[in-house]
Nanobody
Framework: QVQLVESGGGSVQAGGSLRLSCAASGSIFSINAMGWYRQAPGKQRELVATITQGGTTTYADFVKGRFATSRDNAKNMVYLQMNSLKPEDTAVYYC???????????????WGKGTSVTVSS
């Protein structure tokens, strides 16, 4: 069984920073791409950032220059450093990993349960 757990959410004023973390545990053989998504109230879930196993990152236009994602392969963790936060960044943030679990022949997508970020003006 593979589980993802996010942490680091909270409330912050506009212009502030938060750092989210996501850790995977369980019978993991390898982790391929990792990603962060968010879902604001009444809106669809959207992609925020991704990072490949080799460390190549991509970002949604609305976070470029403000957010940065990184990973620690030894710890099965991914991070999202969020700077210059805006009220429109308010959402529940989810991590998503493509994990090749032990006993399986291919990788599958796993999701965390989300961590809430609230940015006040």
């Amino acid at each position: 069984q593979v589980q993802l757990v996010e942490s680091g959410g909270g409330s912050v004023q506009a212009g502030g920073s938060l750092r989210l973390s996501c850790a995977a545990s369980g019978s993991i053989f390898s982790i391929n791409a990792m990603g962060w998504y968010r879902q604001a109230p009444g809106k669809q879930r959207e992609l925020v950032a991704t990072i490949t196993q080799g460390g190549t990152t991509t970002y949604a236009d609305f976070v470029k220059g403000r957010f940065a994602t990184s990973r620690d392969n030894a710890k099965n963790m991914v991070y999202l450093q969020m700077n210059s936060l805006k009220p429109e960044d308010t959402a529940v943030y989810y991590c998503q990993f493509n994990i090749w679990a032990k006993g399986f022949e291919y990788g599958m997508d796993y999701w965390g349960k989300g961590t809430s970020v609230t940015v006040s003006s």
